[in-house]
């Protein structure tokens, strides 16, 4: 191993956590060997050089995420995270289940809630759910369809096991970065591209975009979709732009549409055009000012109305949220057993109750030892880490546990598996998660190979958060392209036309054998020579001199030209 | 398209081009100011600024504040920096709209921009260097842009620009009271060759200002930038109407084309005053009108149950 990953070894240990690159006896597991190969030819100067040109290009591009008001480019470390077709294989089952499951799990929620009937979860947890939401009760959405697009966030335990940390079927958002990424990382570590096989994200844009269509209702003949965005100043604005772009729509704000009898419609500069698929990008609360909060500027009045008069599929549907509340996610792998009939691919963490007495009264003995998370955050919000927590923290964190147990549920402290990363002048291993994203047409569920893998940049952290500083890095998953990965129904490309093509060329100045020109030419540089020997009559001799060797030698070459 | 994107192509359109055209006016300018004594560079100063509706923000006219309204001053939308930062944003909201090779230039271009020093000499290099990159925005515009609505309206905000900045630029020399030569405006106008080989290299102020105000095939030329806009205009609305307009920016930049197109003068510099004057109202007038046809806002009662 180069020098870059000298202190490799010792960081290994230090972290303690499954490694995803080098086994504990620091051989490289199968699947890095490619990209320990291009590794070990790379000196600190030629990483150094290729990590600024990936910023300096994402700068460029403005793939840059907001924080605090600023525009910073995501953070994209140069060694990439790969997953070998068999694990693959593994975490897409585990996804597709886990949304088929919290599909008909919200279904059932926002209808009959057989579940409760059955016994499987108490009404509770859907009534004390923030968000569910009463106001699209009772109706299925135009398309049938909830979660169009899933994040199920995964990380990898220190025996190597994916489990599932949590379920995002609200807004789920980073996809545009696993498109970036890759883009950067062809032109930032193509060596590694050479030789093995890496599943295509490309298709990405279309296979929401067909699934958006999909579930259009039923009266569109031509259905048109939108990407509807907070604005310029949401810190996920940039993916808004390159998905809307990508899909080839109109990316509108609450103030471009308009809701008249129940139908939605965008302002455009030929007047009003309807609108039947909006792909969501703004939370609940704010999507329509009738039924949610009051003061929102930024969703539109009547939407809810116009999605329960079925004029209207909005992607992902209102209310999801109680699908992911991290309550829920408790019971997923019995919600799996009673609507699917099956076993759980992917297990979830150990997750403890604090509504249950006997649970919080052992959780809250041993605070110190556990991660503590409430319920409805996302972005790591929150979150209490209890080994890294203070005394004060910690006591701060009781009080707000037994004021509010459905609000927060707690779990065993993970290792999360590292992969190296470039810091500080050398590979040391950092913490990752992954997010797959799944898309839902109806009739299929489509993962997008990879998905994105963030990284926590901070040695020892394990919080991976963009607005908490973190990275991320090129997922790569091995294996033949499938038909998937490219174009729905595309034709095979056609056979290269063997037959010689041949430029038209100005010819005035390159003819072969013209010697009309070639003494046009000599003539001419003749001419020249003159014009320089005559100040050489004054005196000097030498300039005239050289100038004629010049001359003569450009006329022979010129004249050879043509033969060589 | 929708009429907020609509409205950020036409501005994209604008400030690219009032970019190019404040370094254009700027780098000639400043040549001749620094070379002036500096006893008579205020009232030089003084003129320039006016001509290009800026006031220094401390008072002070010199060759400093100058450089620092008309290049670097990030919050005056006039001065080049300025100009490329409302392009950059508009571009930003419409980056759905405009193809990713046309916005990673200017965005790339607006992150240049802060690798240049701001002094006289950084000041030359950032005018120059402004030019190139504006020519390279428009040819990702160009080439890798459909010409549909969504070029059109850039195109538009493009043409009416170029009128209004080529008006100044008349402005600053028709103004000039120490001998401010035709070649350097030439230059600026990017319109020297082109000048020598219409017109043998025969400076008069008659020749050379009919050559920027009115000739047909000069890209820069008043004349041909209110026809581009006119015909845009047509082109965003079709379609035969026996009598009349309805389209009131095309009534105002016919009327100010026509005006200058078959205006018979003996004496063209008497009235260039007035017709420049007439330019820069039609210019604003159907900027206006532009906006209130395409980019209505929905000024109509939407409900918000809470405060605003």
Request: aromatic share 8%; with cysteine.
């Amino acid at each position: 191993m180069s020098d870059l990953f000298e202190n490799y070894a010792t960081d290994m240990a230090v972290a303690a956590a499954y490694d995803e690159m080098f086994t504990a006896d620091q051989r490289v597991r199968p699947g890095y060997d490619q990209v320990g190969g291009v590794l070990d030819d790379l000196s600190l100067s030629d990483v150094n050089t290729r990590a600024d040109s990936m910023a300096r290009s994402f700068l460029d591009r403005g793939v840059t995420f907001d924080f605090a008001g600023e525009e910073r480019p995501f953070p994209l470390d140069i060694v990439p995270r790969v997953i070998t077709a068999g694990e693959w294989d593994v975490i897409e089952r585990g996804v597709k289940q886990r949304v088929r499951a919290l599909e008909c799990f919200l279904d059932d929620v926002y209808g009959e809630q057989r579940v409760v009937a059955d016994g499987i979860v108490p009404k509770a947890l859907i009534t004390s759910s923030a968000h569910f939401h009463r106001a699209v009760w009772g109706f299925r959405p135009a398309g049938g369809v909830r979660i169009h697009v899933a994040g199920i966030d995964v990380i990898r335990d220190q025996a190597g096991v994916f489990r599932v940390l949590e379920d995002n079927v609200r807004v789920p958002s980073g996809v545009s970065y696993v498109i970036e990424n890759r883009r950067a990382m062809t032109k930032g570590l193509p060596e590694a591209f050479m030789s093995q096989p890496i599943r295509a994200v490309e298709a990405y844009p279309r296979h929401l975009y067909k699934a958006l269509r999909a579930t259009a209702p039923e009266a569109a003949e031509d259905p048109t979709v939108v990407v509807l965005t907070p604005g310029v100043f949401n810190s996920a604005y940039f993916e808004h732009t390159l998905l809307a772009g990508l899909m080839g729509v109109e990316l509108v704000e609450g103030r471009d549409l308009v809701v008249r009898g129940d139908k939605v419609y965008m302002r455009t500069t030929d007047g009003e055009q309807r609108v039947d698929v909006i792909y969501k990008r703004i939370d609940d609360e704010f999507v329509d000012p009738l039924h949610f909060r009051s003061d929102s500027a930024l969703g539109c009045s009547g939407l809810v109305n116009a999605a329960r008069a079925g004029n209207v599929t909005i992607a992902n549907a209102i209310g999801n949220g109680v699908a992911d509340d991290k309550l829920t996610y408790s019971y997923v792998p019995d919600l799996i057993r009673y609507y699917l009939d099956e076993e759980p691919v992917l297990p979830n963490v150990d997750t403890y109750r604090l509504e249950e007495d006997e649970a919080r009264a052992w959780v809250l003995e041993h605070l110190d030892e556990l991660v503590v998370k409430p319920v409805d955050g996302s972005g790591g919000k929150g979150l209490v880490i209890g080994p890294q927590a203070t005394e004060a923290e910690l006591e701060e964190l009781r009080a707000k546990v037994l004021a509010d147990p459905r609000g927060w549920i707690a779990q065993p402290v993970l290792q999360l598996s590292t992969v190296p990363t470039f810091a500080e002048g050398e590979f040391s291993p950092r913490h990752v998660d992954l997010r797959p994203f799944a898309v839902n047409s109806g009739d299929e569920v489509y993962v997008l190979p990879g998905g994105l893998t963030r990284v926590a940049m901070q040695k020892g952290s394990l919080i991976v958060n963009s607005s908490q500083g973190g990275g991320s890095k090129d997922t790569w998953v091995l294996g033949q392209p499938q038909t998937q990965d490219l174009d729905p129904g595309q034709a095979p490309p056609p056979d290269v036309d063997s037959s010689v093509h041949t430029w038209p060329v100005s010819a005035s100045w390159q003819d072969e054998g013209d010697s009309g020109q070639q003494q046009q030419q000599q003539q001419q540089q003749q001419q020249q020579q003159q014009d320089v020997a005559r100040p050489g009559a004054s005196g000097t001799t030498a300039a005239p001199t050289a100038a004629s060797t010049t001359a003569s030698t450009t006329a022979t070459r010129t004249g050879e030209g043509p033969t060589c | 398209m929708l009429s907020r994107i609509a409205e950020s192509l036409f501005w994209i359109g604008r400030y690219v081009e009032r970019a190019d055209g404040v370094a254009r006016i700027l780098d000639v300018h400043l040549e001749r100011i620094t070379q002036l004594p500096v006893g008579e560079q205020e009232a030089e100063v003084r003129r320039i600024m006016a001509v290009m509706g800026v006031e220094p923000g401390d008072g002070d006219y010199s060759v400093r504040s100058m450089i620092h309204e008309l290049a670097w001053n990030k919050d005056c939308l006039t001065s080049i920096s300025g100009s490329l930062h409302a392009a950059r944003e508009n571009a930003r909201r419409a980056r759905e709209t405009v193809s990713s090779a046309m916005w990673e230039s200017l965005n790339s271009t607006y992150y240049g921009l802060g690798q240049h020093r701001r002094d006289v000499v950084g000041t030359f290099r950032v005018c120059h260097w402004t030019i190139e990159r504006m020519a390279t925005v428009r040819g990702q515009i160009q080439m890798t842009m459909s010409h549909d609505e969504s070029w059109m309206f850039l195109s538009l905000g493009a043409a009416i620009e170029r009128a209004d900045m080529t008006s100044r630029l008349l402005w600053t020399r028709s103004t000039s009271t120490s001998g401010m030569s035709w070649v350097s405006i030439l230059h600026c106008a990017g319109g020297y060759e082109a000048f020598l080989r219409t017109r043998y290299g025969t400076f008069s102020d008659e020749s050379a200002t009919e050559f920027l105000l009115l000739d047909r095939l000069f890209p820069r030329s008043i004349l041909h930038a209110l026809t581009t806009a006119e015909e845009i205009l047509v082109g965003l609305e079709p379609g035969l109407q026996r009598v009349g307009f309805k389209d009131d920016a095309r009534r105002i930049i016919g009327e100010a084309r026509t005006s200058l197109e078959f205006h018979h003068a003996l004496d063209l510099i008497a009235v260039l005053p007035e017709h420049l004057n007439n330019v820069q109202a039609a210019c604003a007038n159907a900027s206006e009108a532009v906006s209130s046809k395409y980019f209505s806002h929905a000024v109509e009662a939407s409900w918000f149950g809470g405060m605003l």
